[in-house]
Each structure stands twice: as structure tokens, then as C-alpha cells.
């Protein structure tokens, strides 16, 4: 900078006003104007010192800040722009005082109001005469730093009340009582504020800044209108005045006639000042607010339950502070050295635009976010525990790398299982997405608490994990005991087995479990085999050839053995079995394809297979069991493949793998069956080289384990050398190819269940909720006739969800014969049907097409809460289930084959028992009004459907998916598709066969290991 420019903007400053910082100047006090900093005192000569007793009268202000942030609270009570820019930037520390306003920790929106006293009694000053100063004072200076002395203070009181208010809390009235204090503090004989007024002010909590230790610790134990009378009594009766301002003269004009006494403090442009400001003050008080926020309020609060994210904010706080100190020591540098007169750059202009300050105002927001965020989740936790009684659990402490929804819900009901635990599972998405749906779980987790005491109500918050949730839902641990035994771990290796009729899966797992449990043919011939799996076969014996069947294992009802051609395997059958210390490998046997029921139940069949892996976390393989000699595949194998890839997504034929059984007799190859298969797959627009190909394909051959199963069974039938050496070879090839088998799966990536979006996934929930809807609509209809009838009622009808643990259905046609009643309306109460594996009821003749299969019962109980708007609630619910029952026939239509609708015979059951019952029952009107309004939505039903039958407009998948995470935010519906889950879980348990605890002393590790090197 040119010396004329340099001069343009450098003052020297000769007198000067400054705020008193403390107590302890007087009048020859030095001072270092280039920090703001009280040195030692000059002896005076006591007669140049004067007296003068000030009649003004006393200032007393109110002053309203909105935009507190960008506010520096000194600027406010008129503090001098030098002193302002050395407190903001650290220059001078402040301890106490009114300066210590600069310190305080401004709220985010809220409206501070600060009343500003301050009345000036007395002055002690040198004479105006600077020769007459220079004679008072000591001929030369010993200290070296200072660049002005005090000639004159003024002393007096003073105090600021501040008082910090939320936007709901300020209004006129509080304003205009604020504005009496003020005059109140300046009249001696002023009367006080009324009882009214006092009222209005006294939940103000005010912070009070000032040197007078008498106000200032009144703020700690009264009320706010007892600390103003209080002060009124202190300032009128006050004798000790404390300095308030001074003047000060510089040492060079002051010791004008001293060469060495030339120190000079240079001021800085007010532009330059106000830039500083307005750059600086709302990075401070947002800095100040936020650590104070999340250090006093926040942390303590939420350092157990979120401990992670407040470790992770805390680095962030002492990271954003570390760039702010060093961001304000720089230009407090500046600064220095600019008041010194040894600033040559142009001044502030490239540290106020510099990219450090971008960076910090940008790491300043991103920390201002996380804060509102965790303040805004401390006060949610602290609202369920005062309004709910809901104790509040981070999901994400529990959580794995590879854990999904089953898995973590799984860890929750393990988690403290000797408390009654209430889930209410959510995030904060969808918290944000419907929070009305947040208020009615709450309540009605409430309700449940009311009637329950033992139960133990916990907000289990998804929000911090890697698992996203996609529905609020509730899950109670008492009713979810099977799930816990059941769970599918995530260290589990699951192996879905697809294969048609008569292929030979379940004689496949029980050669393929003995290959891992038996090092040898002579090891199995030796020990005792394992059955999983009831095998039979038919052999010829003798020179007549005669028939024998040989039976292995021991009969099983799932097993199917008496019609040739119909699926042997009647339900899905898993079979778990370690391979290592940390690994359970779980292998699924399904139905087979193409039974000679026709294509109906193959459709069933394919159907039941997808509800099983449904409720399966992962699958880490699909396992294709084919024959090697195979000249043309089963059309409907071809219609499983699509439908199964169709549900999974494309990402799973990475995890298909092709299992080729009896390949003895064509050199363990895939034989004929490979270029059918090759054809299939290109037909199918599939990459056929990359699914399949040797990587992915396993041969073996089960006349090993046939062989076995005979010698172990009769004694009748003799093999030769030749025969027994053709096992032992097909023993050894088999098991080699296990292991290969299971190498391959392990080193696979699992194709995580339920997560993509496709148009079967999507027919399976519509067809899961289609019960759920209507149970809550005629629920509904019931609580509106009974508030048609008298809608002063204070109670409502409520259903409460059962799981059940065995497959059951509803018949159509059998008459109801229970049923209980509820205030004036009867209720039926359904006889479950036992199902037989053979498409047969066990409970009634009636044909197998007239039931429903069900999931879960339901009970319903007269309930006291009910809300001001629950009419037009419920209204408004059963119209919105209504609408999403269109929606998904619509959706149904366009994509499926179905010959039956899946709603219409749940409609004529719920109408067929209201028509029971109203004409059986006395005092059955309602009934009767009932099931007129039953019929009423059953044909606005049969009216949409027949509008659209001829529509070719089809419904976005995206779309559906909305309307199935909207029906689930519904808290009975949630509840009922939990139960259907829970009785799911239970099912499958059933039919879970665990190898390591039948045979405890199964170890294949060793054996695993030394196969693996050998192979």
C-alpha cells in the first residue's frame, strides 16, 4: 500500500472513550489501547484530581432482539466499536460485568428482550490542560506498553436484565409490562407493577449482568418481580459508586515534550469494523450457542442412548472450533498490528473472503443441522417418556454389518427378555412422512400399558441404521417368543432346492448331508446314517426278480408316498446343519414342480414356495436339481424359474446354482439335459453362459446313498466287487463335489429377500392385506352404527390380534356357532378349521374351496378412549381402505390370472354371519344394520370392479407400493400383518428340522478341512 493510502486510512488515536472493562481503573491508570488492557497505575498528584457530581437523570431502556445470531449484544448498550472488535476477536478476556453479554449463549429462535440501566453519579478527572496533566503525573513511563492513561472516570450503576423468550412466549402485553419496569427503575417513589401484571412476568427466568455482586445474585433465588423490587430498594439506597466509562489520553500527546514516550495506537476504519462485525459476530454467537446447546442441554440427555452419534458430534464441535480460533487469532493479529501502524497489506479483505472463512461457515451449518436434529430427538424422547410412558432404544446399537429387518427385530425381542417389551418400531423418515400415524401408535401402545401394566413400552428408533425401515409397526415381545427361536441368523447360509416331481430332492439332502457327515462309504456303512428324510424305493431281488420296497427312515406326514406323480414333499422343510464352528448351512425342500394335480396346484405349490422365503432374511443359493438325461423340461419349470426371479430381482442369478442327481451314467456330466437347459435360459433373454456353466454346476449320484439305504435295510440283496468298488467311487465323487458346493456358496454374495420391487412381491402383500382391510372396515362399520345409534357413547370396539402356530382356515359355508356381544351389537366368533396336507379340512366335509386360509384371530373388547373426532377418523379410515382395496383389484387384474377375486369371498363370509346373527339373536338390530352396511360397500365394490374390467389403464408398481406402505401405517393393520408374521414364523418352525441337534456329535469341520485340501 502507497504511504498516501496508508496515511488515508490510519488515525492515530490521541483521546479516546472506553466502556470500564472492571473495577480497578482510576484516574492515571495505564493502558494499552492495542489490546484493551488495563496496566499498572501512575502515582497522581492528588490535588489535580477533581470531583464532580453528575445531575442527569438515570437511563433505563428496553430493547427488543429478534435476529439474535446475527447480533453482537454489546453493540446494543452503545459499547465503543474499538473495544467491541478486541472482546469479539479474544484480544481482551472478559470475567465479569455487563461485557459479559458478549458471552452469552444466544438461543435459536427465540426473542431476547434486554432492559438497560445505567445512570452516571460522579466524575473523577484530571484538568482539561494537557500541561497541567503533564505535571501531575511522574516525569518519565516504565512501561513500555502503554499507549494511553486514564484522565477521567465516570462511576455510577448499571445492569442489564435479560430475558430469553420462545416466539409463542413475546407479545404486546409482555412488551408494555417490560416498558413499566423500565420507568419503575427510575422513579424513587414509583409504585409497582400490579398483581396482574406480575403474574405475567414472573415465569421469566432472567440472567442479570453487572459488577454489583448485590443485583447480580439476586437472579438465583427470587422471582422476577421480586428481583426489580429488590434492585428499586439497591440503586436508590446505594452509596458505592463503580466506574462506568473513562477517557483516556494518549502518552504522546500527554508526554509531548519525551522522545522515548511516542507509542501511538492507530484506529481502524469504521468500515473495516463493521465488516469484521457483520463476518464474525454470527459465526461467534452461532458457535457459543450451538457448543452450549449440545454440552449442556444435549449431551448429558442423550450420551447413553445415542452414544455414537454424540462422540461423532462432539469431534465435530472441536473440529469447527479448532478452524474458528484460528480463523479469529489471525485476524486478531491483524488487527494488532494494524493499531501498532505495521499493517502494510490491504487490510481484512482476503481473510474476510478467503476460502478458510467459506469452509468454516459451511462446517458451521452442516453443525448447526446435526445439533437442531439432536435437540429436536432429545425433546421427542423426553415427550414419550412424560405423554406415553415410552422408554426410547436406538436400534443401531444392535446392529451388524449384514443384519436386515428379521434379524434386528430378532435382537430386539432377545433384548432384555425378562421385561414384558411393547415395541413401537419407527424413524425419523417416517415420523416426518405421516406423523399423525406417530400419535395413534403412541396412544394406542398407551391403551395397552393402561391394561396392562407389566408391559414395558419402548420406541425402538431405526433412524441411525443401515437397515431402513419401511413402516411404523409394533412389536411385542410376549407374542413373539417363536420368532426368537426361530430366527434365521445372519451367519446362516440358506439354500432354497427347486426341482420337478419325482427328481429326487429329498432322496438329494439325505445323500448330500451323509457325503459332509462321512468321510467314506465304509465310515457310513460303519456308523449310522442320517435320515432326514423318510426315503422309499422299489428293487428287484432273487432270480424271479421280485419287487421289494425299501423303507429308510421313519414315515413323515409331510411325505406324500401313495400317488405316483404328485409332489412327494406336501410343504416346505428345512433342514439346518453346522459346516464349520461359526456357519449353519439351511436347506430348503420345496414341492415339486409339475405335479399331476395340474398346473393349479403347481400354482399353489409356486405360491407357497414364495410366502416360505419371504419371511427368509437372504438367500445365499437357488439350487436347481435337474436329471442329466432330460430331453425336454417341464413348461411349468420354466414358469418357476420366471416366477422366481421375477420376485427376487435380477440380482439373484448370481445365486443360482444347477444340481445334476444320478450323473454315474453319464460320466458325472450334465448329459443331454445341458443344451435343453442352455435353450430354456436364451429363450428366457437370460445371459446363459454366465448362469450356467461349470463354475455354477454340480454333479452327483445318489445310488451311493440308494446303496446304503438297501444294505442297511436287508440283508436279502448281494452286490459283487465290481458293484460295491462303483459306490465307493460314486461315494468319493459325490462328496467332492459337496465340498465344491459349498465353497461356492460361501464365497457368494446373499441376494437379500424382500427388497426389490416386483409385481409378484407386490400381488403377495395385496393378497396378505386383503383379510387385514376388510376385518378393519367391518370393525369400523360396527363402531360407526353403534355411534349412529347413540354418539355419546365413550367407548369404542376394539380388535386385538392373536397369532396363531398351526395352518387354519375359515369355512364359508359351516354354520358360526359362537358368538358375544358388545353393548347392542353381537360379534361372531370364528371356529377355526385344522388343515390336512391334502387339500382336506379336518374339521368339516365341506369342499376345500369353500375356506379361507387364516393367520391370526381376533378378539374384540369394548375400549373407554375415544377421541372428539372419531367419527369422521373412522369415516374417513374406511374410506381410505376402501379406496386402496380398489386400487390393489385394479393392480391384481392387469397382472394376474386369477379366476377368483380375493376380496368378494371375505365380503360374503362377514355378511353371511351378520345374517346369521340378526336372524338368530334377539335385540339384533344393529346387526341387521350392519350387514346392510356391508352389503352397501360390497357393492360400491362390485361397482368399481365391473367399471374396470374393460380398462386397460394399468397402475404404476411404484404406485401400489405407496398405497401398501399407507395402508400399513394404519395401527390395526400393522398389528394384524405382525401376527400373520408372527403365526408365519411359527409355522415354519414346525417344519424346521435342526441336524446338530439331532445328532449333537455331527462335527464336519475336520472333515470339511481335510476335503478341501485334498480336493
Known amino acids: 500500500m502507497s504511504p498516501v493510502g496508508r496515511n488515508s486510512l490510519m488515525t492515530a488515536l490521541h483521546v479516546i472513550e472506553r466502556y470500564a472493562l472492571n473495577t480497578h481503573g482510576v484516574v492515571g491508570s495505564l493502558y494499552d489501547a492495542h489490546t484493551d488492557n488495563l496496566l499498572t497505575t501512575l ?17 433505563s431502556e428496553l430493547k427488543i432482539i429478534d435476529n439474535s445470531n446475527c447480533i453482537n449484544l454489546l453493540k446494543t448498550i452503545d459499547i465503543e466499536d474499538e473495544l467491541r472488535v478486541s472482546i469479539v476477536l479474544g484480544i481482551v478476556q472478559i470475567t465479569k460485568g455487563i461485557l459479559m453479554l458478549n458471552n452469552y449463549e444466544l438461543p435459536i429462535d427465540h426473542t431476547i428482550l434486554l432492559i438497560h440501566y445505567r445512570h452516571i453519579k460522579e466524575e473523577e478527572h484530571l484538568p482539561d490542560d494537557i500541561s497541567i ?29 435479560l430475558l430469553e423468550l420462545t416466539n409463542n412466549e413475546y407479545s404486546n402485553k409482555i412488551d408494555s409490562i417490560l416498558k413499566k419496569l423500565c420507568k419503575y427503575f427510575t422513579i424513587s417513589e414509583a409504585n409497582f407493577l400490579s398483581k396482574e401484571d406480575q403474574q405475567n412476568i414472573n415465569h421469566l427466568k432472567p440472567t442479570i449482568f453487572t459488577c454489583i455482586d448485590e443485583i447480580r445474585t439476586l437472579a438465583d433465588t427470587k422471582n422476577l418481580s421480586d428481583i426489580c423490587q429488590s434492585i428499586h430498594r439497591f440503586i436508590f439506597k446505594y452509596k458505592h459508586n463503580i466506574p462506568l466509562s473513562y477517557t483516556l489520553n ?122 437442531v436434529k439432536l435437540q429436536n430427538k432429545a425433546t421427542f424422547i423426553n415427550k414419550l417418556k412424560i405423554n406415553y410412558n415410552m422408554e426410547y432404544l436406538n436400534v443401531a446399537d444392535f446392529e451388524d454389518t449384514n443384519d436386515d429387518q428379521s434379524t434386528l427385530e430378532g435382537k430386539l425381542i432377545c433384548f432384555n427378555q425378562q421385561q414384558n417389551n411393547y415395541y413401537l418400531c419407527s424413524s425419523d423418515e417416517l415420523l416426518e412422512k405421516i406423523p399423525n400415524n406417530h400419535e395413534t401408535f403412541c396412544m394406542r401402545s398407551l391403551e395397552k400399558y393402561q391394561k396392562n401394566l407389566s408391559l414395558r413400552l419402548v420406541f425402538a428408533d431405526f433412524s441411525y441404521c443401515k437397515y431402513k425401515l419401511d413402516i411404523m409397526k409394533i412389536l411385542n415381545a410376549s407374542n413373539s417368543i417363536s420368532k426368537v427361536s426361530s430366527l434365521i441368523e445372519s451367519n446362516e447360509m440358506n439354500v432354497l432346492l427347486i426341482g420337478e416331481t419325482g427328481v429326487g430332492k429329498s432322496t438329494f439332502i439325505n445323500a448330500f448331508v451323509n457325503y459332509l457327515a462321512f468321510h467314506s462309504l465304509d465310515d457310513a456303512k460303519a456308523g449310522e446314517p442320517i435320515v432326514l428324510i423318510p426315503v422309499s424305493f422299489l428293487i428287484t431281488i432273487g432270480d424271479q426278480f421280485e419287487d421289494k420296497t425299501i423303507h429308510f427312515g421313519q414315515s413323515d406326514s409331510n411325505e406324500n408316498r401313495n400317488n405316483s406323480g404328485q409332489s412327494v414333499t406336501q ?71 420366471m416366477e422366481l426371479f421375477t420376485f427376487l430381482g435380477p440380482n439373484a442369478h448370481d ?18 439335459t445341458a443344451p435343453v437347459l442352455k435353450n430354456m435360459l436364451k429363450q428366457l433373454h437370460a445371459d446363459s453362459v454366465a448362469l450356467f456353466s461349470k463354475r455354477n454346476t454340480f454333479c452327483f449320484d445318489s ?7 438297501v444294505i442297511k435295510a436287508t440283508n ?28 461356492f456358496i460361501k464365497n457368494k454374495s446373499k441376494c437379500t429377500v424382500n427388497k426389490f420391487h416386483s409385481i409378484r412381491h407386490a400381488q403377495m402383500m395385496i393378497t396378505t392385506l386383503v383379510r387385514p382391510i376388510l376385518e378393519t372396515i367391518r370393525n369400523a362399520l360396527r363402531n360407526l352404527v353403534l355411534q349412529d345409534i347413540d354418539g355419546n357413547k365413550r367407548y369404542v370396539i376394539e380388535m386385538y390380534v392373536h397369532s396363531i402356530s398351526k395352518s387354519a382356515n375359515l369355512c364359508t359355508t359351516c354354520h358360526c356357532e359362537s358368538s358375544t356381544k358388545i353393548d347392542s351389537i353381537w360379534i361372531a366368533i370364528n371356529s377355526m378349521h385344522e388343515c390336512r396336507i391334502l387339500n382336506e379340512c379336518a374339521t368339516c366335509s365341506c369342499a376345500i374351496d369353500k375356506h379361507l386360509p387364516i393367520l391370526y384371530t381376533l378378539e374384540c373388547k369394548a375400549s373407554e378412549t375415544k377421541g372428539t373426532c372419531f367419527y369422521s377418523e373412522t369415516q374417513q379410515m374406511k374410506d381410505h381402505l376402501l379406496q386402496a382395496s380398489f386400487i390393489f383389484t385394479r393392480f391384481l387384474l392387469h397382472t394376474t390370472h386369477i379366476s377368483q377375486n380375493p376380496f368378494l369371498p371375505w365380503f360374503d363370509l362377514f355378511i353371511k354371519e351378520e345374517k346369521e346373527l340378526y336372524s338368530e339373536k334377539s335385540s339384533s338390530s344393529l346387526n341387521a344394520t350392519l ?85
Open 655 to 672: 445365486n443360482i446354482v444347477f444340481c445334476f442327481t444320478n450323473t454315474r451314467a453319464t460320466f458325472y456330466t450334465p448329459g443331454n
Open 43 to 59: 502515582p497522581v498528584k492528588t490535588n489535580s484530581i477533581s470531583k464532580t457530581y453528575v445531575t442527569k437523570e438515570p437511563v
Open 571 to 641: 410343504h416346505c422343510q428345512t433342514y439346518i446343519f453346522n459346516i464349520d464352528n461359526n456357519v449353519k448351512i439351511r436347506i430348503i425342500d420345496t414341492p415339486g414342480i409339475g405335479d399331476t394335480r395340474g398346473i393349479e396346484q403347481d400354482n399353489k405349490n409356486i405360491e407357497h414356495i414364495l410366502q416360505y422365503i419371504n419371511h427368509l432374511p437372504h438367500l445365499n443359493a437357488i439350487c436347481f436339481l435337474l436329471k442329466p438325461n432330460t430331453t425336454r423340461l417341464n413348461g411349468f419349470f420354466r414358469s418357476c424359474f
Open 931 to 1015: 350387514c346392510n352396511s356391508l352389503y352397501a360397500v360390497r357393492k360400491k365394490y362390485v361397482e368399481y370392479l365391473n367399471e374396470i374390467k374393460n380398462d386397460q389403464e394399468e397402475i404404476q408398481l411404484d404406485s401400489v407400493y405407496k398405497c401398501i406402505e399407507e395402508i400399513l401405517m394404519h395401527p390395526i393393520i400393522s398389528e394384524q400383518m405382525e401376527a400373520i408374521k408372527t403365526s408365519q414364523m411359527k409355522i415354519l418352525k414346525d417344519h424346521e428340522h435342526d441336524v446338530s441337534l439331532q445328532h449333537p456329535h455331527m462335527n464336519m469341520n475336520e472333515f470339511l478341512n481335510s476335503q478341501t485340501n485334498n480336493f
Open 716 to 743: 436279502e440283496m448281494v452286490f459283487d466287487k465290481n458293484q460295491e468298488n462303483d459306490f465307493n467311487e460314486s461315494w468319493k465323487f459325490s462328496a467332492d463335489e459337496s465340498i465344491r458346493l459349498l465353497d
Open 250 to 371: 494518549s502518552v504522546q500527546r500527554i508526554y509531548y515534550d519525551d522522545p522515548s514516550n511516542q507509542r501511538i495506537s492507530y484506529k481502524l476504519d469504521p468500515s473495516f469494523l463493521q465488516n469484521i462485525e457483520q463476518k464474525i459476530v454470527p459465526l461467534c454467537n452461532k458457535f457459543r450457542t450451538l457448543d452450549y446447546l449440545f454440552s449442556v442441554k444435549i449431551s448429558p440427555q442423550l450420551s447413553k442412548c445415542l452414544k455414537s452419534l454424540i462422540e461423532e458430534t462432539y469431534e465435530k464441535i472441536s473440529g469447527v472450533k479448532k478452524l474458528y480460533e484460528e480463523f479469529q487469532q489471525l485476524l486478531a493479529k491483524k488487527v494488532f498490528q494494524f493499531r501498532q501502524g505495521n499493517f502494510e497489506e490491504p487490510l481484512f479483505e482476503n481473510e474476510l473472503n478467503s476460502e478458510s472463512l467459506k469452509l468454516l461457515n459451511c462446517e458451521l451449518e452442516a453443525l448447526h443441522d446435526t445439533v
Open 133 to 161: 496533566v503533564r505535571n501531575s503525573l511522574p516525569h518519565s513511563l516504565s512501561n513500555d506498553r502503554a499507549t494511553h492513561i486514564i484522565t477521567s472516570v465516570r462511576k455510577g450503576i448499571e445492569f442489564v436484565i
Open 703 to 709: 445310488e451311493s446313498f440308494r446303496y446304503l439305504a
